[in-house]
């Protein structure tokens, strides 16, 4: 990661992150808080990354609606793949390629369906949050805490700051 390579004032930065911010948010808007630290993209024991699960969580909060989730979804997992079938989306006529690229698709949409459905299980609360266009709401409210924190920290405490999302750097 670059970050690892920024200083300020020549001395190495510290990363301080909010993790999981746009889904204790879209709780805390429900009227849930979590403790901090609480992972919110742990699903269990599933087959599926908590980078993909984190992934496909904001999507869900970004997306305008249910079937853009999926979509954007079905299509971070088929474009993702190492299966072989990908690569008959490569070649052949456009044709050919529509049908193979739909035919990978569909499959991959059967796997995002079931990400869909095992991130809506385990966060009933925010459901009404998931394909409603609520992650512009979180990011405007993300800017405007970690614009908070780089204020305190620069204005009244002196020390400087870098802010990259939910992350300052001290």
Not at 125 to 153: C, E, K, P, W, Y
Request: charged fraction near 20%; hydrophobic fraction near 45%.
């Amino acid at each position: 990661d670059i970050r690892a390579t920024f200083t300020l004032n020549g001395a190495p930065v510290k990363g301080h992150d909010y993790k999981c911010l746009h889904a204790y948010l879209a709780y805390a808007e429900a009227g849930t808080v979590y403790a901090d630290g609480v992972d919110l993209y742990d699903l269990g024991d599933v087959a599926w990354s908590r980078d993909l699960i984190k992934r496909a969580l904001n999507v869900m909060l970004n997306a305008q609606t249910p079937q853009a989730a999926m979509r954007a979804i079905s299509r971070a997992l088929a474009a993702a793949a190492t299966d072989p079938r990908a690569a008959a989306t490569r070649r052949g006529t456009k044709a050919a390629r529509a049908v193979a690229w739909h035919q990978l698709t569909q499959d991959y949409g059967r796997n995002a369906q079931a990400l869909i459905d095992a991130i809506a299980d385990r966060h009933r609360l925010i459901a009404g949050a998931f394909g409603s266009g609520a992650g512009l709401r979180f990011q405007a409210l993300d800017a405007q805490i970690i614009l908070g924190v780089a204020g305190q920290l620069m204005c009244r405490k002196g020390v400087p700051c870098l802010t990259i999302h939910d992350e300052a750097l001290v």
